[in-house]
């Protein structure tokens, strides 16, 4: 039953970026993410007060941290989506598990004392090592075909959102070691959207209101917080490889919702990059695992 919870989970963040795409028609990065806060922040806390769990905290600096780092993720996110077909800018979000592999070896480097030990953290992490290796080479392949279409740069934006998305999943990791519940954390980086939302706003202005785009607003944040919710319940008794590795499957999703509803068009070397991104994320999600087996579920 618990993978059925993350499949679901990978289909609800999937049918949300779907709505971001449409809404990127009439409404900016920042003002997605600003309402996806404001609304997501008036759902989480309608469902606290339902289940009796208090909103206050003794960690305002580390919601604050993970807010921050996690805004950033996601108003990257939102303009890759924007602007690249909507399969390539999910699987560029789906790189965190790739970062998070990389700044384990770099870790190790940096702790690495040769005096002390026989073998280098090259030799002790080399599988953990090719998967990094394996997951850029899939970046590479997927943003090699877009130059042609000037896309080069929502590529690296896309790129940027899995890598903060890294940042803000170890602040998320932190966060449940000091006993912070789950939809409390939740609860907080939906006030950070707003309220960071709110901020960028003041720079990037605001567009011309449309009822056709913001209709996909409110879906938006509720497809958010069911994901999250759904992913959360996956983890609830302790996440195995299966059920870790099937959070991807919001890749498959990307990819059809992109086929299907856009009919956008990716070259076969895009595809390619795509699984290899897919492979690479499953194998890192497999190696943390024998080291942390119950690690949270990674959130968007």
Not at 52 to 68: D, E, I, N, P, Q
Request: glycine share 10%; aromatic share 12%.
């Amino acid at each position: 039953m618990d993978a059925l919870w993350m499949v679901l989970g990978a289909f609800f963040f999937s049918a949300m970026a779907v709505c971001v795409k449409f809404a990127s028609g009439g409404f900016n990065s920042l003002e997605m993410v600003f309402w996806r806060g404001v609304l997501g922040m008036l759902m989480l806390w309608a469902l606290a007060r339902h289940q009796r769990v208090s909103l206050a905290t003794s960690y305002a600096g580390m919601h604050l941290w993970r807010s921050a780092v996690g805004v950033t993720s996601l108003a990257a996110w939102f303009y890759a989506i924007s602007y690249l077909p909507l399969a390539t800018a999910v699987t560029l979000n789906y790189m965190s598990s790739v970062w998070i592999a990389a700044f384990l070896i770099g870790g190790a480097l940096i702790a690495w004392n040769p005096r002390q030990e026989g073998r280098g953290p090259a030799l002790r992490q080399g599988p953990l090592a090719l998967t990094v290796l394996a997951g850029f080479a899939g970046v590479i392949m997927m943003l090699r075909p877009t130059l042609d279409q000037e896309q080069l740069f929502a590529g690296l934006v896309g790129l940027l959102s899995g890598l903060t998305a890294a940042f803000a999943y170890l602040q998320v990791m932190a966060l449940g070691k000091v006993g912070e519940p789950e939809l409390r954390t939740v609860f907080y980086f939906a006030a950070g959207s707003a309220v960071f939302g709110a901020a960028g706003l003041l720079f990037t202005g605001l567009s011309t209101w449309s009822w056709q785009h913001a209709a996909w607003l409110p879906p938006i944040a509720v497809l958010a917080a069911l994901g999250q919710l759904c992913m959360t319940r996956a983890y609830s008794h302790g996440a195995t490889l299966v059920v870790a590795s099937l959070q991807y499957s919001g890749i498959v999703f990307g990819a059809v919702f992109s086929l299907l509803l856009f009919g956008e068009h990716i070259p076969l070397l895009g595809w390619l990059g795509m699984g290899l991104i897919l492979a690479s994320g499953i194998a890192a999600t497999a190696l943390r695992a024998r080291a942390a087996p119950n690690a949270p579920a990674e959130e968007h």
